[in-house]
């Protein structure tokens, strides 16, 4: 199955693909974490680290 891109566009230019799994992504601006058609603003690579792993350990149980 193909994921759809999914882009978020602003008035100043920014465009973030939210498509895909979450990730780490660093702009003139600050850190997000972007993926699963989500955009986080995070303070630290290590809240958007915390958010990563947390979005896998819930993913795990919810599959089991």
């Known amino acids: 199955k193909q994921e759809k891109k999914m882009t978020?566009?602003?008035s100043?230019?920014?465009e973030f693909?939210?498509?895909g799994p979450l990730r780490i992504e660093s702009r003139s601006d600050g850190l997000y974490v972007v993926g699963n058609?989500?955009?986080i603003p995070v303070s630290s690579r290590e809240e958007?680290?915390?958010i990563i792993k947390r979005?896998?350990?819930e993913k795990e149980s919810e599959e089991s």
């Open 8 to 10: 978020l566009k602003f």
């Open 12 to 14: 100043d230019g920014m």
């Open 17 to 19: 693909d939210t498509s």
């Open 37 to 39: 058609g989500q955009l």
């Open 48 to 50: 958007a680290e915390q």
């Open 55 to 57: 979005d896998k350990s």
